[in-house]
């Protein structure tokens, strides 16, 4: 079968749609050589963005909503459970799942050479958070089949997690910390509030740098910067450099004006 790559952002409330196009122009500026589709699971969100999508070159693919079958109080988790759909999207061979919210800042193509299910550590690196040992799923790599979509779902039916989508990955791909070879490195997924840290410890770094043991990071994790939220777990939003929070507001107002003019 002919191998088909795409990168696919699950939009499930009206909220995400903004940061969506912000992500996929960033990804679309690492000059990829693979689509942007857009997974509306939103009730018809993006109908009213149609055009502004055909003219960016942002194919949309409408999906149902999949509610969280455990009635939690957090409403972010129940709407998360609508990732579970691009399981099922067996036209492509392999696919990064990538969260609204996220900057690509380098091209990362070369992840589509990683197996089903890698994905970061997110912020495991870090002393302080050495508890921190399972999958981050805001940036996953997928190879879509029918019948996992029909088994999460039927999975999610028994395991209550209060982490929606995340926790039920964590728990279906329970072995997931014991196989290194899904270990995709922390430069594809770093939190913004944890960048100063990373830099500190480990020479992560955003842009050129003169120190040979850099690393530069080619994705950054925003998830929620603006509620102080990440993942269910308590942060500061002053821990975010002043750098970095101008770099998401940069950009994102960058590619909102675009679209005015397009």
């Not at 055009?51 to 409403?75: H, T």
């Not at 994905?119 to 940036?139: F, H, K, S």
């Not at 997931?176 to 500190?200: C, M």
């Amino acid at each position: 079968m002919k191998e088909s790559f795409a990168y696919i952002i699950v939009v499930t409330e009206p909220a995400e749609v903004e940061s969506a196009v912000v992500l996929s122009r960033s990804i679309q500026n690492t000059e990829t050589i693979y689509p942007v589709v857009i997974v509306d699971a939103a009730q018809g969100t993006t109908d009213k963005f149609g055009e502004l999508f055909n003219a960016l070159r942002i194919k949309i693919v409408k999906l149902p909503s999949i509610e969280n079958p455990n009635n939690l109080v957090d409403l972010t988790a129940d709407r998360s459970y609508s990732k579970i759909n691009v399981f099922a999207l067996e036209e492509y061979s392999k696919i990064i799942m990538i969260d609204p919210g996220m900057l690509v800042i380098k091209n990362i193509d070369e992840v589509f050479g990683w197996p089903h299910m890698s994905a970061v550590n997110c912020g495991g690196m870090l002393p302080e958070c050495q508890d921190w040992t399972n999958l981050n799923a805001n940036l996953l790599v997928i190879q879509p089949d029918i019948n996992v979509f029909d088994e999460l779902k039927r999975y999610s039916n028994f395991f209550r997690t209060r982490y929606g989508f995340q926790g039920l990955m964590q728990l279906y791909f329970n072995s997931w910390q014991q196989i290194p070879s899904l270990h995709l490195p922390h430069t594809y997924n770093v939190y913004a509030s944890q960048y100063n840290r990373y830099n500190e410890l480990f020479h992560y770094c955003i842009g050129p740098s003169l120190n040979p043991s850099s690393n530069p990071i080619k994705v950054l994790n925003y998830r929620n910067m603006k509620t102080g939220k990440l993942d269910g777990m308590s942060r500061d939003e002053s821990s975010i450099s002043v750098d970095l929070l101008n770099l998401w507001s940069e950009y994102t107002s960058s590619v909102l004006d675009t679209i005015k003019l397009t």
